[in-house]
């Protein structure tokens, strides 16, 4: 599929394309269902896989399906405003971070993912009110945008900034998802053409990782329906717990050589 140890032969692509394929549908089901939680495991296996750079292409061209699918599915939820608000704090984040070009260590994008959630529940209301006006979308914009140039997801932050909202479940899988479209778009961008390093994956891998990603996606549409809007938050707030606690504590094995 691409350049790693893990290619050995035949019989291991297939294994491992299957593989992964199995986990993109799982990983855009959860997507589908939450609006979150499946990009961020994805993200977790492919660096363990992948070199950062080819891990950041791979995975933006299958959360652009998984977004891109879920966007259309929930379309008539879309709230365009939030949303204009979002894509220019991106922009701005992408215009900045290029001046660098900075690829960080695998332990410290690990760390960094799993602290970001943490770090926006323990800012108090007077400081940041639970709404999400035109400032606090174009500044998470920003923010959660030099995250996935980062980390590979903005998921952590993104999702806790929109369950702070009064937003109901489906204005925030479908705004969130086609926020996550454009910020995914750019993070290919900024992996696939500016940083010259980035890891060749086959054209047809590509394709099987959109289809999987698809198919996830109107899978979690189903399950979705089912879910009353407190339900939604509780379980959505218990992964982004259990999920960013899992990435801080592998990102402090790996800093710390224990592993």
């Known amino acids: 599929v ?6 050995y032969g035949r019989d291991m692509s297939a294994l491992l394309t299957f593989s992964l394929s199995a986990l993109m549908i799982g990983t855009a089901l959860l997507s589908g269902v939450f609006g979150m939680a499946g990009g961020l495991i994805l993200i977790g296996v492919l660096l363990v896989i992948f070199p950062l750079p080819t891990a950041m292409v791979l995975h933006a061209v299958t959360q652009m399906a998984s977004n891109g699918w879920r966007a259309v599915l929930w379309w008539r939820h879309i709230e365009w405003r939030i949303m204009g608000y979002s894509i220019a704090g991106n922009l701005v984040s992408v215009a900045l971070w290029s001046i660098t070009l900075w690829v960080p260590d ?41 995250l996935m140039l980062v980390t590979g997801v903005t998921g952590p932050l993104l999702d806790t900034m929109f369950l702070r909202s009064s937003l109901e479940r489906k204005q925030i ?10 910020s995914h778009g750019f993070k290919l961008l900024y992996f696939g053409a500016l940083i010259e390093q980035a890891g060749q994956v086959e054209p047809w891998f590509l394709a099987v990782a959109v289809a999987s990603s698809m198919i996830g996606t109107s899978l979690g549409k189903l399950l979705l329906e089912r879910l009353s809007d407190k339900q939604f938050r509780v379980w959505s707030n218990r992964l982004i717990t259990v999920l960013a606690s899992y990435y801080v504590g592998y990102g402090l094995v790996l800093l710390t050589g224990i592993a």
Not at 2 to 7: A, E, I, N, P, T
Not at 173 to 182: E, S, Y
């Open 2 to 7: 691409c350049s790693s140890d893990l290619f």
């Open 106 to 146: 695998k332990a410290i994008a690990l760390v960094m993912l799993g602290l970001s959630p943490f770090i926006v529940r323990a800012i108090p209301d007077r400081v940041m009110p639970r709404t999400f006006g035109p400032s606090q979308v174009f500044g998470t914009g920003v923010v959660s945008m030099m």
């Open 173 to 182: 899988i479908a705004t969130k998802a086609c926020c996550q479209l454009f």
